[in-house]
């Protein structure tokens, strides 16, 4: 359906129809909007009712774009400061030109010096630039080194990582007919009988391919919700069941219900038998773990488990949507390996109202598009890849540095010193995603030579950048959506350019211009960002100008491409895996030293791995939750999304409160064996006694810039109380959502 993306309106205003991306940040899901803009200037935002996806609806997020664009405290120009005024605002505005001279001379000075790998480049999460700073790296400055700062990389790539060993593909979604454009009404397509929603908040975070309220659509048309979560969500308070967990025992749980299918012969023999290596090796592991022994790990009665299982195993059919749960555990690939079994032994994979999977298709290949002009990088000089040598599996997956040896390498300047650091969009020194960021910003603060881009100022900026370069925001500059990044060929559409602001550059505008100054041989062959796009992101066949003429594009489906030979790069059935099947027995992890079957391990700190050290912090701590009007730590300075949320809020049962004389409302401290912060006390009933869940990523814009304030940086964030380097065998997960605290009173602020 052909749909005009620029057309005028009553009142003589442009409206642009587009879709949202970051930044401000969200997920890859691409919400659509339409943009009014009169002499220049954005002058309303609202919901597009005719994107197949989204319907009109937006979350407040969207909705605040135009004061987050027009916001008095934006960045909109490049500026500079001098090295030893670091933490100080001594900024000076400069040109771009400026800008781009300081930096290129600098990657110069340090690769002439000190060699390529001397540099690093970080981006963050969820953004647009998460797509483009590993291509920085790379492609323009020719450094092996592009680093996601999570401990772990507990965010999606554990999941990302756990389906290319298991399964040999990209992300599985939901099968919430995004794909027709006729979406419920489509014949041959059906709902999920049971949906399992583990670990996850969709409704709050709409994460990289699911459009969180297709969930509730789902639930009108009669699709039953089981959620497994230590708290009760709206979606859970809504759901058929509640598994609420012990945080940290999620493989215990996901075995015992494989168990149950596989004991009640409750799965698919002939998917089994085709599809499936290793089974019999697997459903032997998995026997360990009875319910009953399950109900003592995971506080979860026997019973509950066993429904569950069964609910699940005999809806035709069931889907899976697993969130950071998964993630952000030390034992997350088991659990993983557990749930996609429990997903396809029951013939739930890649079928009508399943979850679905892309095939070997172009937009599948998007991930491996990040090392375009790999010439840049000779063998010698990819294997100085900090943390490849440590955890291959995870580094060669993604092209990555693994975070934790990075920060052993920037305190301890071994093997080699990192010299100069650009920051693409993310807040290392709020500890959005980092663990211990105080180490961070001391570690980094070596470095010689610091760039940053973003919207904001921000406590990484203000504590590290010699330079600072204005992003644009997605009103601001054309752009392509992609839900996961390519692994999962949903829908894509493009974002469309409706105003200016200041001097502000897209990430692709700062990549071209880098690039045609420090690597013109392969960046002169692009004429500006529509040209990059339609080179190397937009699908065969396609103009930018076609695309977004056409809105919404929705990808033919095709149902079991594994029997089709859809899933293979050589056209033959199967999975692409070493054995061309499902590795229940994966071989993948046993190359890398991990046990190739799931297996449960306790949390490397609670009351049973470390009973001692719990007498002094007996609580369970989990953390992370999404909010509606926050996206990690963007947003704290639009005033509209702060009053629905102003403060960081401790979820504690009433029970735990009542021990601990804490009442609602009263700031408390929350303490690890690693450090401590302040929230205000939120007493409430959805979480277990016993259990509290702290949110993260918290910053003041309003308070004191400068060092040693930055913002009140270091004062309500969790992620300061979480350890380094406590992470899985593969060197991804984390322990940020299975801690141990101790909460009491923080007379300074009551």
């Known amino acids: 359906m052909r749909k005009e993306w620029e057309r005028q309106g009553d009142g003589g205003e442009t409206i642009v129809r587009t879709c949202a991306w970051s930044p401000p940040g969200c997920h890859p899901v691409g919400c659509g909007l339409l943009l009014h803009v009169k002499d220049g200037k954005l002058v309303k935002v609202e919901g597009d009712p005719e994107h197949p996806i989204t319907r009109g609806a937006l979350c407040p997020r969207c909705l605040a774009l135009k004061d987050y664009v027009y916001h008095p405290d934006r960045i909109v120009h490049p500026m500079k400061r001098d090295p030893k005024d670091r933490g100080k605002d001594a900024w000076e505005r400069i040109t771009w030109e400026e800008a781009y001279d300081l930096i290129c001379t600098m990657v110069n000075e340090v690769k002439e010096t000190y060699g390529p790998e001397a540099i690093m480049v970080f981006g963050g999460t969820g953004r647009i630039a998460s797509t483009y700073y590993p291509m920085i790296a790379l492609n323009v400055f020719g450094t092996p080194n592009a680093c996601y700062a999570q401990s772990g990389m507990a965010c999606y790539y554990p999941r990302v990582t756990e389906m ?13 007919a995004s794909r027709y454009p006729d979406r419920y009404d489509h014949p041959g397509w059906e709902p999920p009988k049971y949906i399992l929603v583990w670990g996850k908040e969709p409704l709050k975070s709409n994460p990289d391919g699911l459009w969180g309220h297709s969930v509730v659509d789902l639930m009108k048309l009669g699709s039953k919700v089981i959620c497994v979560d230590p708290r009760v969500t709206w979606l859970g308070s809504r759901a058929d069941m509640v598994l609420q967990l012990r945080p940290g025992t999620d493989a215990a749980l ?3 219900m494989v168990n149950v299918v596989i004991q009640e012969d409750l799965y ?12 019999a090796e697997f459903a032997e592991r998995v026997a360990e773990m009875t319910p009953e022994k399950a109900e003592e790990i995971t506080w979860v009665p026997a019973a509950h488990i066993r429904e569950a299982a069964r609910k699940f195993a005999t809806g035709k059919h069931s889907a899976l949507a697993w969130g950071l749960a998964l993630d952000q555990n030390v034992n997350g690939p088991q659990a993983a390996m557990a749930l996609i079994a429990l997903l396809c032994i029951t013939d739930n994979l890649d079928v009508p109202g399943g979850c679905v999977l892309s095939g070997v298709s172009t937009t599948d290949s998007q991930k491996n598009r990040y090392r375009e002009g790999a010439s840049l990088m000779t063998p010698d000089l990819w294997e100085k890849r900090i943390g490849a040598k440590e955890y291959p599996g995870i580094c060669d997956i993604d092209n990555h540095n693994q975070p934790d040896v ?3 390498v920037l305190e301890s300047g071994k093997p080699y010193q990192i010299h100069m650091g650009y920051f693409n969009s993310t807040n290392i020194v709020d500890g959005a995603i980092a663990a211990q960021p105080r180490r961070w910003k001391e570690a980094l603060k070596k470095l010689d030579f610091m760039v940053c881009s973003d919207t904001f100022m921000n406590p990484t900026a203000m504590a590290l950048a010699d330079v600072f370069l204005p992003l644009s925001t997605f009103a601001e500059y054309n752009g392509f959506v992609l839900p996961h990044y390519g692994l999962n060929d949903l829908f894509y559409a493009t974002i469309n350019k409706a105003v200016s602001v200041g001097e502000c550059k897209s990430d692709i505008e700062i990549l071209i211009d880098l690039g045609k100054r420090l690597q013109p041989n392969y960046w002169n062959q692009f004429a500006d960002d529509v040209d990059f796009l339609e080179k190397l992101k937009l699908p065969d066949g396609y103009t930018f100008e076609q695309l977004r003429e056409q809105g919404v594009v929705q990808p033919e489906v095709t149902y079991r491409k594994y029997e089709k030979g859809l899933m293979r790069a050589d056209g033959q059935p199967g999975f692409n895996t070493r054995t061309g099947r499902i590795e229940l027995y994966c071989l993948g992890y046993a190359a890398h030293g991990d046990d190739p079957l799931p297996y449960y391990m306790e949390p490397p700190y609670s009351p049973v791995s470390t009973p001692e050290l719990a007498e002094e912090y007996p609580l369970v701590l989990t953390s992370g939750a999404r909010t509606y009007v926050s996206f990690h730590s963007e947003h704290r300075q639009i005033r509209s999304l702060r009053a629905m949320h102003p403060d960081p809020l401790l979820d504690v049962h009433p029970q735990t409160a009542a021990a601990l004389g804490i009442r609602d409302g009263a700031w408390v401290w929350i303490e690890t064996p690693w450090g401590k912060c302040t929230q205000k006390a939120h007493v409430t009933k959805t979480t277990l006694p016993g259990v509290v869940h702290a949110e993260h990523a918290w910053w003041f814009p309003e308070h004191e ?4 304030h930055l913002y009140g940086h270091g004062e309500s964030n969790i ?9 899985g065998k593969l060197g991804i997960c984390n322990t940020f959502k299975s801690q141990i605290c101790k909460v009491y009173r923080n007379d300074e602020k009551n």
């Open 705 to 708: 810039a400068e060092e040693p």
């Open 406 to 408: 990075v920060l052993d």
């Open 254 to 256: 996901a075995m015992a």
């Open 719 to 727: 992620n300061a109380a979480m350890p380094h380097h406590v992470i």
């Open 268 to 279: 698919d023999h002939d998917f089994v038998d085709r599809w499936v290596y290793g089974f």
């Open 164 to 176: 290319a060993y298991v399964v040999g593909s990209g992300y599985p979604e939901i099968d919430y």
